[in-house]
């Protein structure tokens, strides 16, 4: 799933530097393809993007212009399935002009555009204004995803990772998932009315021969695995990006990705009947991403449709 990654303000451009850096390639080719935009010179010094991929915009007292630069980035001709927007929401500049963005883009294109609001800590702010600025910032865009700023860390960025290898084929390895999950499941996942939370769990696998005599013994080692399945996905209910109602929760999609062998159906149902235990209303959507060889197994839990959360 390629998308479109405009950081916006310094936190949103340095979590889009971040991606360039970090972000997962398939055959060779970004999945983000990142931008940033500031309306301050030094932020936009520090950024370690290319000079191209950097944009200075002056802002007014209400009111930002970002036409110019969005005709600049959709003219260069780059393949997209959707748009991602990131600011931190203690930054006025950086939400205004992020759902100046959203609003754009919505008007340019049909693609999905997410949104990736960083919630500060709530001593930072006002929450009677954090919460205006989490609903000017739902409005201008089809998904807003949060995420608290003490988690924008490795993790985040792996998760980042796993949904956007989501509906990519990977030409060289050649392995299809159990449970084949394309770009329009995610996109179904969090069409919803309320906000986005993820939650990310990752195991290192045991490397040694003991580890390799048992995988001889199949019928005692699926217990194992499902094992470790149930326990990352209780895991990750307990790592979300911020503490939202899961009570509230419409919908809901897991991803296992990682060493194939290590991925069984039945941890697949056992983690899915977790979930729809949530409440009797979630609909849950689910897959894996083949990753050959790899010596781990990660997983990301997308809950959509929360209207409530505390931090």
Avoid at 89 to 103: N, Y
Avoid at 234 to 249: R, V, Y
Avoid at 267 to 278: Q, V
Wanted: charged share 25%; proline share 3%; with cysteine.
């Amino acid at each position: 799933m390629k998308l479109l990654t405009i950081g916006v303000g310094k936190k949103g451009s340095e979590l889009s530097s971040l991606l360039a850096k970090k972000g997962v390639k398939v055959n060779k080719i970004p999945l983000f393809r990142c931008y940033a935009v500031t309306n301050n010179l030094e932020d936009l010094k520090s950024i370690k993007l290319s000079q191209k991929n950097k944009f200075w915009l002056m802002a007014g007292n209400s009111k930002v212009d970002v036409r110019s630069i969005l005709n600049e980035i959709l003219s260069r001709y780059e393949i997209h399935e959707g748009s991602l927007i990131i600011t931190s929401l203690d930054d006025e500049f950086g939400v205004m002009t992020a759902v100046e963005f959203g609003k754009r883009l919505m008007d340019y294109s049909e693609d999905p555009v997410i949104g990736l609001g960083i919630v500060p800590s709530i001593e930072n702010m006002n929450p009677n204004e954090l919460k205006q600025r989490i609903r000017k910032f739902k409005d201008a865009v089809r998904v807003l995803m949060l995420a608290e700023e003490s988690r924008i860390d490795q993790n985040l960025i792996e998760a980042l990772n796993i949904i956007a290898r989501v509906g990519e084929i990977d030409l060289k390895k050649k392995v299809a998932g159990e449970v084949v999950i394309d770009t329009s499941d995610v996109f179904n996942a969090l069409m919803c009315e309320g906000f986005s939370v993820f939650g990310f769990a990752k195991r290192r696998l045991p490397i040694s021969w003991l580890y390799k005599v048992l995988l001889r013994r199949e019928s005692e080692l699926v217990a194992v695995r499902t094992q470790r399945m149930v326990e990352m996905i209780n895991s990750a209910l307990q790592n979300l990006s911020i503490q939202g109602d899961t009570e509230t929760a419409k919908s809901a999609l897991i991803v296992f990705a990682g060493n194939p062998n290590e991925i069984t159906m039945d941890g697949m149902f056992s983690c899915i009947e977790i979930i729809e235990n949530l409440n009797n209303n979630i609909v849950v959507r689910y897959g894996d991403y083949p990753i050959p060889r790899a010596p781990y197994i990660s997983v990301v839990l997308l809950l959509a449709g929360i209207t409530r959360f505390k931090i």
